[in-house]
């Protein structure tokens, strides 16, 4: 499996699996398939209430002899609802207890947002809102004390490398003021449809590696009516030709596309067989220039996931 050195030394594989949205009753069966499948990266999230099923499915790979421990690499993510000095640490712990294991090899800040905590006994995942379903409660933990604590989960062992999910430029470069231990991935929405260069540009800089979600673009959206009126990437006429011309699927030339820039990317499937065709994208010839070009040419600024983007009806607290 390819991947990317990140500062730590880890090695990242450059195609992993996204487990949002897996549900919990097929997550440790999904997981176990991809790693006889060859997926060696899972992407995971305390978010998506599936992390207990997921490392289940771990457990029976490496218990088979299929993998070592040492031979996966295991992101997750810290919720919004944690952000505060003094759970960002149990809650690190409650997630490896979950997983059934000792460290991640990364660990995300989900999002730059922080949250009213939750006690997970009594809601989880807590998702963006109350209880009510409608407010959202913003708490008051500064970006820096949380980042600081996951130095600390660093250097107690339980994290090979920490990052940011959903992180803007400018916010980047005031974390990289004052973090110790600088982050090593950068996950943000990046597709055809919001190519997002400046940003990738300024990784490149930073050397940042940088992790591409919603590679499909609006595809895994549309189940949650979040797909905003766009037209389904893969049946696109300018992907649909390339992928002809290129001898790819649809799928694996939006996977190109990203792979093509230097990027990592997690997609999600619950078929088999696309799967396999997701984790084959490295193979084969590499994108033309002009197929890169006019992919890059489809971009809108559609941004997909954009919690600042509040429901009207929504108080924020
Ligand atoms: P995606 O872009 O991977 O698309 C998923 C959809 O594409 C599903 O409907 C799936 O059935 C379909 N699909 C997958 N492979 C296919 C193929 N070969 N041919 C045709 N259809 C195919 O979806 P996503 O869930 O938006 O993103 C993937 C992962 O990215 C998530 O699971 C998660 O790990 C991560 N993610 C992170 C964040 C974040 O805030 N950090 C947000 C969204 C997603």
Known sequence: M???TLPSGSKMPIVGFGLWKVNKDTCAETVYNAIKAGYRLFDGAADYGNEQEAGQGVKRAI???LVKREDLFITSKIWNSFHGKDVVRKTTELQLKWWGLDYFDLFLIHFPVSLKYVDPAERFPPGWHAADGKTVELADDPLQETWV???KVVDDGLAKNIGISNCSG?????????ARIKPANLQVEIH???TQEPLLNLAK???LTVTAYSSFGPLGWYELDMGKGAQNLLQHDIVTKIATSSNKTPAQVLLRWATQQGMLVVPKSNSKERLIENLKVLEGSDLTSEDMKALSGLN????LNNPAEIDPRMSIF
């Open 2 to 4: 390819s991947s990317l």
């Open 63 to 65: 218990d088979e002899g």
């Open 149 to 151: 604590e996951l130095e």
């Open 170 to 178: 400018s916010l980047l470069l005031d974390l990289y003021k004052y």
């Open 192 to 194: 055809p449809y919001m």
């Open 205 to 207: 800089a930073l050397n």
């Open 300 to 303: 809108i600024n559609l941004r």
